[in-house]
Structures are given as structure tokens and as C-alpha cells.
């Protein structure tokens, strides 16, 4: 299991950005996806999380997330993806994608619970 994040960078507040997860060595609609944060001296948090297709799950989303940010994936390339808008300097972080195999609990379990593959992580940086 792989998983490569992409899209990062730096953004002035109020823009936007969309990181890509490209994962292998397995199918995400098989597996609960999310995307994680962790900002300068802070702990990790969940940002947002998908359910396998089994699951049929609602998306879980941060209250910090929620109105802004869009989870979604792509079958075709086997990645998952944050479409984030309207950044503020608090979105500064670096951006981890994690997955979970089966049991297909739901999105927000495994958002709370923890994932069992991790990324490397993206570094996303917002100016004021």
C-alpha cells in the first residue's frame, strides 16, 4: 500500500487549492480515505474522510472544514482528492492522506479512529 500526496504550496488567504492522494497497491473504493493536518505545533487532526463504496457512508468533515473543503475521488486513477476554498493562515499545515482496509465502518469512525497507511505528507501554506 502507497499512498503520494500532491498539490501543496503556497496560497494567499482566501485562495484556493486541491491536493491530490494517489494511492497503490489498492482500490480506494475498497478502502475509507482521508486527509489529515498537522499545523506548526499542533497535534494531527482530521480534516476529512471518505468510506469504501460498500460502506456507503457519508463524507466526515471537520467543523473547520465543513462549507469549504470537498473530499472526492476518482476510480479511473485511483486517487482521492481536497478541493479546499477560501484558505485562511489556520489551513496552514502539512496534509497527510491515510487510508484503512475493511471492516467498512463509516467515514466519521475512521476519521476519529485513525487510518492505517499514511502518506508522506504535503505542506500547505497560507500568507495573510
Known amino acids: 500500500v502507497q499512498l503520494v500526496e500532491s498539490g501543496g504550496g503556497l496560497v494567499q488567504t482566501g485562495g484556493s487549492l486541491r491536493l491530490s492522494c494517489t494511492a497503490s497497491?489498492?482500490?480506494?473504493?475498497?478502502?475509507?480515505i482521508g486527509w489529515f493536518r498537522q499545523a506548526p505545533g499542533k497535534e494531527r487532526e482530521a480534516v476529512s474522510c471518505?468510506?469504501?463504496?460498500?460502506?456507503?457512508?457519508?463524507?466526515y468533515y471537520a467543523a473547520s472544514a465543513r462549507g469549504r473543503f470537498t473530499i472526492s475521488s476518482d476510480n479511473a486513477k485511483n486517487a482521492v482528492y481536497l478541493q479546499m476554498n477560501n484558505l485562511g493562515p489556520e489551513d496552514t499545515g502539512v496534509y497527510y492522506c491515510?487510508?484503512?482496509?475493511?471492516?467498512?465502518?463509516?467515514?466519521?469512525?475512521?476519521?476519529?479512529?485513525?487510518?492505517?497507511?499514511w502518506g508522506k505528507g504535503t505542506l500547505v501554506t497560507v500568507s495573510s
Open positions: 491515510a487510508a484503512a482496509p475493511p471492516p467498512n465502518f463509516s467515514a466519521t469512525y475512521f476519521c476519529r479512529s485513525g487510518m492505517d497507511y
Open positions: 497497491g489498492f482500490i480506494v473504493d475498497d478502502y475509507a
Open positions: 471518505i468510506g469504501s463504496t460498500v460502506s456507503r457512508s457519508t463524507p
